[in-house]
T-cell receptor
């Protein structure tokens, strides 16, 4: 069973701090990695995608990928109360002729004003 | 450019009733997916369609059927609803182009079966 593991949280950080969210995955054949933000009662919103080892930065967000350790992380700098949400990690692999996505159960982030 | 749209947004059914959830995307994506999301269970794949004319079962297909009507539209049907199908249903689409596999979600349908 291919799995994606996340700490459910809540992860509480003060406003302005760096929030660090982590994810591990079991399938070494995974090719693409994504972070989604989901506000309560809303649908998942894609915020970062990363395809190769290393760091990828987009504004206040940095995704980090280490395929050898099967580990993906998301850093949120200068955290704001509006960042309070559940963050879903997803991995993608090509199986049976198509791309399938496996999602973690999410980490709930609370940014304290 | 609306992205992925779903109808209805909310629905209440009685046990045994049937209904179809509609999904459409305007991003010219080849692949479309139906997920359900339950508390503590994360997103679980019900069915997917890798391309127009093909559909396949996901992790939790029992009690559901799908139709890929054309490249834009992918519907999910509950033939005889059960309380265990109370959930939030999300449709998603992706373009499996070289190097780009981002998946985008619709707003969801909140279904309650009594």
């Amino acid at each position: 069973q291919k799995e994606v593991e996340q700490n459910s949280g809540p992860l509480s950080v003060p406003e302005g701090a760096i929030a660090s969210l982590n994810c591990t995955y079991s399938d070494r054949g995974s090719q693409s990695f994504f972070w989604y933000r989901q506000y309560s009662g809303k649908s998942p919103e894609l915020i970062m995608s990363i395809y190769s080892n290393g760091d990828k930065e987009d504004g206040r967000f940095t995704a980090q990928l280490n395929k050898a350790s099967q580990y993906v992380s998301l850093l949120i700098r200068d955290s704001q109360p509006s960042d309070s949400a559940t963050y879903l990690c997803a991995v993608n692999s090509f199986t049976s002729g198509t791309y399938k996505y496996i999602f973690g159960t999410g980490t709930r982030l609370k940014v304290l004003a | 450019n609306a992205g992925v749209t779903q109808t209805p947004k909310f629905q209440v059914l009685k046990t045994g009733q049937s209904m179809t959830l509609q999904c459409a995307q305007d991003m010219n994506h080849n692949s479309m997916y139906w997920y359900r999301q339950d508390p503590g269970m994360g997103l679980r794949l019900i069915y997917y369609s890798a391309s127009e004319g093909t559909t396949d079962k996901g992790e939790v297909p029992n009690g559901y059927n799908v139709s890929r009507l054309n490249k834009r539209e992918f519907s999910l049907r509950l033939e005889s609803a059960a309380p265990s199908q109370t959930s939030v249903y999300f449709c998603a689409s992706s373009e499996a182009a070289a190097g780009r596999h981002e998946q985008y979600f619709g707003p969801g349908t909140r279904l309650t079966v009594t």
